[in-house]
């Protein structure tokens, strides 16, 4: 009931707690860090949901797996059939995408794709290889618009190796392209130094006269 003239209010310390009659509560009376809303630190690890007395749940992070092996930048256990996907949709016509070297290009010759209907394709620092991205030129009959854009292991690969499979699947698409933009590098980018490429200039070989012989096939 709320006080009436004449009655006379208790006085409590500051920070002290008081039952709904105004008597002081006992010390076991009083709230704990779970009810409060704090988590207590033994539920906290373990890497799973605990759940406390009053049945309520804590969400916690997942843990990242930092010890999974990697083939070319990208988990193992991603599921290399994504990047696949994106040529069977029909109603694309321009795709920007990165082409792993792992990524299941070989799964493209099951599956019914949209490479005639692409008019315009970004290869953003693909490090798929010269034979699979040939393969997957020579099936775009429509392409006007190409961005070729090729990364390689400084450790392991060289620059345009496999260059005649490109240059073969540039001359297949030769008659409709409009828009040619070629792009290569090394990655990591801050290892060694380029000048040591300079002994291997018969993998320019493939390429030399690649641009009069799109002339020559527009005529």
């Keep these: 009931m709320p006080p009436t003239e004449g009655d006379t209010l208790p006085i409590h310390e500051p920070g002290e707690l008081t039952n709904e009659s105004g008597g002081q509560t006992d010390e076991a009376e ?14 906290a690890e373990g890497g799973h949901m605990p759940t406390d007395e009053q049945g309520e749940d804590w969400l916690i992070d997942e843990a990242l797996v ?27 016509r321009h795709l920007s995408i990165w082409l792993p070297g792992n990524a299941n290009l070989e799964g ?43 990364a390689y292991d400084w450790y392991t690969e060289t620059v ?29 980018r801050f290892n060694g130094s380029p ?9 320019l070989v493939p390429f030399h006269g690649i641009l009069k012989k799109k002339s020559h096939a527009s005529k």
């Design 30 to 43: 009083r709230p704990t860090d779970e009810q409060e809303g704090e988590l207590p630190t033994d539920k």
């Design 66 to 92: 930092l010890d999974e092996s990697a083939a070319n930048g990208s988990p193992t256990s991603y599921n290399l059939d994504q990047f696949v996907g994106w040529f069977c949709l029909s109603s694309v």
């Design 108 to 150: 493209l010759k099951d599956k019914k794709l949209n490479l005639p209907q692409l008019q315009t394709l970004i290869l953003a620092r693909s490090t798929a290889s010269a034979q699979a991205i040939a393969s997957l030129l020579a099936q775009t009959q429509s392409l006007k618009s190409l961005h070729l854009g090729l």
């Design 160 to 188: 345009l190796e496999g260059g005649e499979f490109i240059t073969q699947a540039l001359q297949s698409i030769s008659k409709t392209i409009e828009d040619f933009s070629m792009g290569l590098e090394y990655y990591p």
């Design 195 to 203: 000048h040591e490429d300079e002994s291997k200039g018969h993998l």
